[in-house]
């Protein structure tokens, strides 16, 4: 019912690889990347990647976008904590996307972000399944 | 597609005519007893007669669990495909789609409804009769108000809503206790206090009653005229929790900010007896603080922390 994040490769505690499945109008929240490196590569359909700005400390408006683009298949992008934030969905009616993620560090957790008022939040990521097999909890 | 298609393959079980520019969907499928999953993307359905006559009844009617029509150029839900009782999966996403037949209820099995990027203003309260119904997408519409009817759908776990023009939500969606997503981002809901500006302020008659109601003015048929009595029965409870107010025909609709899980304030919709009424209203109080910004914890709060992962992002 949402996108899943399957883990592929723990590099030794490295870096996290992992494939991430979203069907027909999955998105993402805004969220940052707890001070890791992100790579991503889309290896089926389209992602939509839209960057935004840090919210103001005292903030309390609506976040700013910077840019926004339509990833294809086989196109890389990367971001980090000083590039800024960026929510990303699959925009399509009719087609699924898949994409390749490789964070390092690794992390488990990280913020997201409130677009109409920049408030964050922090939340633990899970995995749907982690080297082919379904994780449940 | 062949017209021998059901004698050549009469085991058929999946068939994919995706991104094949078909304009129809004919009758050499109807006698495929074993098709349960039909895919036909990205055609040019839409057309009178895109899907065949008599599809309820035949035997591929009755197998049919999984049905997706997105991407194509239907400008209104096939009624053709309303007899499907065993459709178990129905996706119309992508499409031209302006609204939803009441009909959409005899999907008696259905369980997930895709209906994202069209342009639908407005749902029916028929679709909350699908007993089954446990993943709805309604993102990228026109929608401007959601029927406090859908609450009634015990078995919905996700339910997709970005990208509309909704301003609030009915109370009642607190009540969708198995929900666990929800997405609510792109919409324009309001985020300060909002009064409805049309309130009428409750007649003569409608202040006696509301006192015989509160004070329990005993009252027996011999005593009133009969339009009285019959007035006085219909009397609603107000459904602020801590208000033993009561309403007749005014009624003030406010919005009130409730807490999701601690993280989202979410307007929602819901009807009170007076528009100082948030706190008991046994004292008819002038100051009319803004009552819904700063909301302590009630039912709504406490409903609200029970769904879980919400969306909004």
Redesign the interface.
Known sequence: FRYTRNLVDNGNGKFNLMILCWAEGHGSSIHDHTDSHCFMKILQGNLKETLFEWPEKKGNGEMSKKSERVLRENQCAYINDSIGLHRVENISHTESAVSLHLYSPPFDSCNTFDQRTGHKHKVKMTFYSQFGERTLC | LPAGLSQWFPALEVLDVSGTGLAELGAELLALPHLHTLLA??NRLGGPGSLPKGLGEAPLGRSLRVLNL??NRFAEVPPALLGLRGLQSL?L??NRLHGIPPDIQELRSLEFL?L??NFITSIPPELANLPSLS?L?L??NKIQSIPPQLAQLHSL??L?L?NNLLTYLPREILNLVHL??L?L?GNP?V?RFVRDLTYNPPSLQELAGRTIKTRNVPYAPSDLPENLVQYLSLASNCPNPKCGGVYFDSCVRQIKFVDFCG??RLPLMHYLCSPECSSPCSSASQSSTSQSESDSEDEASVAARRMQ?V???
């Open positions: 993307k990205n997105s991407g996706s996403g992508g895709y994202g990027g993943c997408v993102c990228d776990r996700s997709s970005h666990e997503e997405s981002r809901l985020v993280k989202y992962k969306l909004l992002g």
